[in-house]
């Protein structure tokens, strides 16, 4: 037996030995980070517990562990809230309008850029395109109502000028989408095409000058290197993106759709803020959260896998 | 810059510009259209087609402003959560990607703990609901403990530190400097850049900091500015008639009030500038 056990038992000490030593070498690393995984667990890891108030009669009074089940009530009478099939509709078109267009909008910008010669002009205009992403959305809103006002707004101001009839563009249902899309691609595509630009750097010069050899103009070479040569990051970005599709952008819709006035303009994340913190409704609040999550991973699953079949290298 | 064989201005290279020059205009009117609706006078304002320079300049929005005094606690405020907060993302970001740059028994398992954070979100509700058990809600602490972490950033940080050449750190290790002398007294000053540019990242979300205060804040007297910014625009969208008109013209007021809310980025831009595309290209092809 004796001879059977020292085997055994030699690693686990030597294991146990090995571990404190490793404790006390690395003691100081372990005392600097215990702070952040403290946090990462309180703040972002507690709150998923929460989740199960979708499934739960949460009361504010109550430890929620003492409330009562009630299965799936809240999503049967989410469904059933007409402002929430309203709200995942206009999620669903202002993500596509904005994928159609906002998404090509900084590769295409990012193509050009590559395109201009004088490097201070072109150092000079990317400064000037990445501006607007640091500025928030309700300053853009603000000077949107501005320059869009039907009163003394400059873009009216050139309509009346020219004949034609003042637009109440901020307030008009059939301006709202084409404002959301153009306002997003104003403010964000400067800023998104960093990537493509540090991509398109990274391709060998030499495929160019073969190129030009063969007689590849401008165009055919920006079709055929440049733009292959990017699709992957293309492709990356846009199983991003679609994981993303029902996320349009809490703080824009607030700002320049003002859902709180105009209740056809809710998107799911203001639905979920206006009846979960407005008006108290948690467990409803709470099931619209988690039926956009698991949206959300259905779609980037399908997404990685259609890539992959294309023979693109896909994300997961 | 691959394109310089064969340099020959043609045709597409005016049109180029044009595009660009254009682009610029477009990116920069709105605000410049701002800065001159605050400057002038409300006849001025009715007379012009198109505002490109103000004929005279009249300070009375910002008077205005000013002497109703309402915008100056959420600026103090943002101010607050601006400095503190950004002090405190950047203590824990450094040490976080320093400490996870080195290899130790859990330290694997605690990038995961942190990555996974990139994907996989709570929501509002029951982040609300966590953060009023911990006595969050209503307090500025709130905003900083919300921000405090950019998982992005700090994979930013953690991919600088993980190319750090150990040599140095090594001489300091035999010259008796214990962990948290060297990261304050070696680390930290040989990553003045990175950390200026992630610095600069944090300032300017600090200073945008608009749902937090929606969510997470009841006192009117800790809002932060973009929420009194938005009170202002929403306001005014329903009834045009504003009790400012008498004195000033909105328009004017809304513009002093939307470039107090802004000044501060533009005036951090051209340092940013210099550093986030270095530190946005590090964190997104290593991470």
């Known amino acids: 037996m004796g001879s059977v056990e020292q085997p055994v038992s ?50 504010v009074t109550r430890p929620i562990s003492q409330t009562d089940w009630v299965g799936f009530r809240h999503f049967t009478d989410l469904f059933r809230t007409p402002m929430f099939g309203n709200a995942l509709w206009n999620t669903i078109r202002i993500s596509f ?14 193509l050009l850029l590559n395109e201009i010669r004088s490097s201070g002009f072109k ?30 707004g400059i873009i009216n101001n050139v309509i009346r000028s020219m004949g034609g009839e003042a637009v109440y563009f901020m307030g008009e249902d059939r301006w709202y989408v084409p404002l959301l899309v153009s306002s997003s691609i104003w403010k964000e595509s400067g800023w998104g095409t960093i990537i493509y630009l540090a991509t398109i750097s990274r391709i060998d010069p030499d495929l160019y000058e073969s190129a030009m050899l063969d007689g590849a103009n401008r165009f055919q070479r920006m079709i055929r290197i440049t733009l292959p040569l990017i699709s992957d990051v293309i492709v990356v970005l ?11 952008g809490f703080e824009q819709i607030m700002a320049i759709g003002n859902p709180g006035s105009l209740p056809g303009r809710h998107v799911l994340d203001t639905f979920t803020y206006a009846v979960g913190l407005r008006n108290g409704r948690y467990g409803i609040a709470t099931a619209a959260g988690l039926f956009k999550s698991l949206v959300a991973g259905l779609m980037i699953y399908t997404s990685d896998r259609f890539a992959k079949s294309l023979g693109q290298r896909g994300l997961i | 810059m691959t394109n310089v064989v064969g340099s020959r201005r043609g045709a597409f290279d005016y049109l180029l510009i044009a595009f660009f020059v254009l682009a610029c205009v477009v990116m920069v009117y709105p605000f410049w259209h701002t800065i001159v609706t605050s400057l002038i006078t409300f006849t001025e304002y009715a007379e012009s087609l198109i505002l490109l320079w103000p004929r005279s300049i009249d300070l009375s929005g910002y008077q205005f402003v000013i002497e109703q005094g309402s915008i100056l606690r959420p600026l103090q405020v943002t101010i607050f959560i601006a400095i503190v907060g950004t002090a405190c993302s950047l203590l824990a970001t450094t040490i976080a990607g320093y400490v996870l740059s080195k290899r130790f028994r859990f330290s694997a398992l605690i990038v995961n703990l942190i990555l996974i954070t990139m994907f996989v979100h709570p929501g509002l509700i029951p982040t609300y609901i966590n953060y009023r058990n911990l006595g969050l809600l209503n307090t500025l602490a709130v905003y900083i403990v919300n921000g405090l972490i950019i998982p992005f950033y700090f994979v ?19 010259d008796g400097c214990s962990v948290v002398q060297r990261i304050f007294l070696v680390v930290i000053p040989l990553s003045k850049a990175i950390l200026a540019a992630i610095g600069l990242f944090f300032a300017v ?53 939307i470039l107090i809310a802004t000044v501060p980025i533009v005036l951090v831009y051209p340092f940013l500038q210099k550093h986030f595309v270095k530190g946005v290209m590090l964190g997104a092809l290593k991470g």
């Open chain 1, 10 to 59: 030699m690693p686990m000490q030597a294991e146990r030995r090995f571990r404190r030593r490793e404790w006390s070498r690395n003691r100081t690393y372990y005392y600097l980070i215990i702070p952040v995984v403290i946090y990462f667990i309180l703040i972002r890891y507690m709150p998923l517990y929460f989740l199960q108030v979708a499934f739960r009669e949460f009361r």
């Open chain 1, 97 to 110: 309008a904005k994928l159609l267009f906002g998404f090509p909008a900084p590769i295409i910008l990012a």
């Open chain 2, 205 to 257: 979300q600090y200073w945008n900091t608009f749902s937090p205060s929606l969510f997470f804040i009841r006192d009117q007297d800790k809002k932060t500015i973009q929420e009194y910014l938005f009170r202002i625009i929403s306001r005014a969208v329903g009834d045009d008639a504003e009790e400012t008109a008498a004195v000033v013209f909105p328009e004017s007021v809304k513009a002093a009030n």
């Open chain 1, 123 to 152: 150092r000079f205009t990317q400064s000037v395109l990445y501006l607007p992403h640091f500025i928030s959305w309700v300053v853009i809103a603000g000077i949107m109502y501005n320059l869009l006002s039907p009163d003394l």
């Open chain 1, 238 to 248: 846009l199983i991003l993106r679609l994981g993303n599709v029902l996320t349009v």
């Open chain 2, 156 to 174: 930013i940080m953690r991919t600088y530190y993980l190319s750090f050449p150990t040599d140095i750190e090594d001489a300091a290790e035999i």
